[in-house]
C-alpha cells in the first residue's frame, strides 16, 4: 500500500523560504497527479496546488500564485514556498490521486476525499 511521508518541515522567518518534499513508499508516485493541502491552526484545511502525473500541468490555489511552486520527480513531490508570511503557518500534507479530483478540492475548497492516499504532515511555523 502506498505511503507518504512529508519532509522538510520547520521555523522560518518572515520573507524567508522553505521547500518541503513528499517520498512515496510501498508503491510508485509515476502514475498519480501529486496535490499539496494545508491545515492552519484553528481553521479548516484549504488546497495549495496540484500537478500532474507527468508534470506538464499544475493547479494553483489563487491566493498563493506566484510565491509557492509545485514540482515533482517520478517518485517524490516539492512544494517550493518563497517570501512566506506567518499566516502561511499550517500543517502541510502532501496527498496523490488524479488531476481532477486535484484540482476540484483546490477549485471548490472541498472534496478532499477525493484523494487517495495521504501523507501525516509537517508543520511549518513562519515567526521571528
Known amino acids: 500500500q502506498l505511503q507518504l511521508v512529508e519532509s522538510g518541515g520547520g521555523l522560518v522567518q518572515p520573507g524567508g523560504s522553505l521547500s518541503l518534499s513528499c517520498a512515496a513508499s510501498?508503491?510508485?508516485?509515476?502514475?498519480?497527479?501529486i496535490g499539496w493541502f494545508r491545515q492552519a491552526p484553528g481553521k479548516e484545511r484549504e488546497g495549495v496546488a496540484c500537478?500532474?502525473?507527468?508534470?506538464?500541468s499544475t493547479k494553483y490555489v489563487d491566493s498563493l500564485k506566484g510565491r509557492f511552486t509545485i514540482s515533482r520527480d517520478n517518485n517524490k513531490g516539492y512544494l517550493h514556498m518563497n517570501r512566506l508570511k506567518p499566516e502561511d503557518t499550517a500543517v502541510y500534507y502532501c496527498a496523490t490521486g488524479t488531476f481532477a479530483s486535484c484540482a476540484i478540492a483546490i477549485a471548490a475548497n472541498d472534496y478532499y476525499d477525493g484523494m487517495d492516499y495521504w501523507g501525516k504532515g509537517a508543520l511549518v511555523t513562519v515567526s521571528s
Open positions: 500537478i500532474s502525473a507527468t508534470g506538464a
Open positions: 510501498g508503491e510508485s508516485l509515476e502514475r498519480d497527479a
